[in-house]
Nanobody, 116 residues
Framework: QVQLVESGGGLVQPGGSLRISCAASGFTFSAYWMYWFRQTPGKGLEWVSSIHAGVGKTYYADSVKGRFTVSRDNAKKTLYLQLNSLKSEDTAVYLC?????????WGQGTQVTVSS
């Protein structure tokens, strides 16, 4: 079955950096677009970034463009999100996602807290 497991979240100071990961299994990872979302109690669910399956073309929400970088290692079946120049408003649970055979799958999320 499809499984997505995020890791790497934590507490970081404003201006700091963090890299979070999403380990995928149960589907042909290299054949599918992958997505990062984030969720907060106040804003709800927000799309953060997408990465193409093959050529790796990337897309970002305006709120993170220039600060976050999405990447993937198809051999390791792992999705990454490098978060730089972090701000307090980036505090959220970050979730990876994939749509596989018309079903939307989500990981359990990893908490990123930006605070001094």
């Amino acid at each position: 079955q499809v499984q997505l497991v995020e890791s790497g979240g934590g507490l970081v100071q404003p201006g700091g950096s963090l890299r979070i990961s999403c380990a995928a299994s149960g589907f042909t990872f290299s054949a599918y677009w992958m997505y990062w979302f984030r969720q907060t109690p106040g804003k709800g669910l927000e799309w953060v970034s997408s990465i193409h399956a093959g050529v790796g073309k990337t897309y970002y929400a305006d709120s993170v463009k220039g600060r976050f970088t999405v990447s993937r290692d198809n051999a390791k079946k792992t999705l990454y999100l490098q978060l730089n120049s972090l701000k307090s408003e980036d505090t959220a649970v970050y979730l990876c996602s994939a749509v596989v055979r018309f079903q939307h799958y989500w990981g359990q999320g990893t908490q990123v807290t930006v605070s001094s």
